[in-house]
């Protein structure tokens, strides 16, 4: 019988031009302290958001994952189901991404990616970004959902009372990893200690 290993643990980050690069920065930084490999794919529209969002340049943000490639590279590992992967986090994914990808017809490295993630039965997670919501938003992502995707809004969570915009966007990330199966302790969960603490101080 021929010998089976075990799936790389590697994970596609994707970046869209939605708002929002903050949550992908913050997950690039925390896959690495865990030793989880990332693939990045950056949009064009991403690189524009980024000068807008942060002070970061393309070459700083590369530096915080593993491997980068540039979105126009079809042909980069990426694009093939023989690539193995954990899955892939699109933070945060813009309509025109969630479109492309619930209709299947790709233009770019980032979105044939996703595609492959969903076809190779693997997790693909859509930080989406828009609001308010129209019905082609809700099909696309109802198509998404329906093919196994999962789409996770960044809607911050209050009941851990939260003091700065960093704890905000730890919880997001840190629940955003839990659908990969990869824990983290970068956020306070929801537990009895949480709860009595959470009681105590509303007394």
Not at 176 to 189: E, S, Y
Request: no cysteine; net charge negative.
């Amino acid at each position: 019988m021929p010998e089976t290993t075990p799936v790389p643990r590697r994970i596609i980050v994707g970046v869209t031009g939605a708002t929002g690069i903050i949550y992908a920065v913050r997950a690039l930084e925390v896959l690495r302290s865990i030793d989880v490999e990332t693939h990045l794919v950056v949009s064009k529209s991403a690189e524009l958001t980024m000068a807008y969002e942060t002070d970061l340049s393309r070459s700083d943000l590369a530096a915080k994952a593993d491997h980068a490639y540039a979105v126009t590279d079809v042909g980069a590992p990426l694009s093939s189901g023989s690539f193995r992967t954990s899955g892939m986090l699109i933070a945060p994914a813009s309509m025109r991404s969630v479109g492309e990808i619930a209709s299947g017809v790709t233009s770019s490295l980032l979105t044939r990616a996703a595609d492959v993630v969903l076809k190779e039965r693997r997790p693909l997670v859509l930080m989406v970004r828009e609001s308010p919501l129209n019905l082609i938003h809700l099909r696309n992502m109802a198509a998404i959902t329906e093919a196994g995707g999962t789409i996770f809004p960044p809607v911050p969570a209050f009941y851990s009372r939260p003091s700065t915009l960093e704890e905000v966007v730890d919880h997001t990330v840190g629940r955003a990893l839990d659908q990969f199966g990869l824990h983290t302790d970068i956020f306070p969960r929801w537990d009895d200690e949480l709860r009595k603490s959470v009681a105590k101080g509303g007394e």
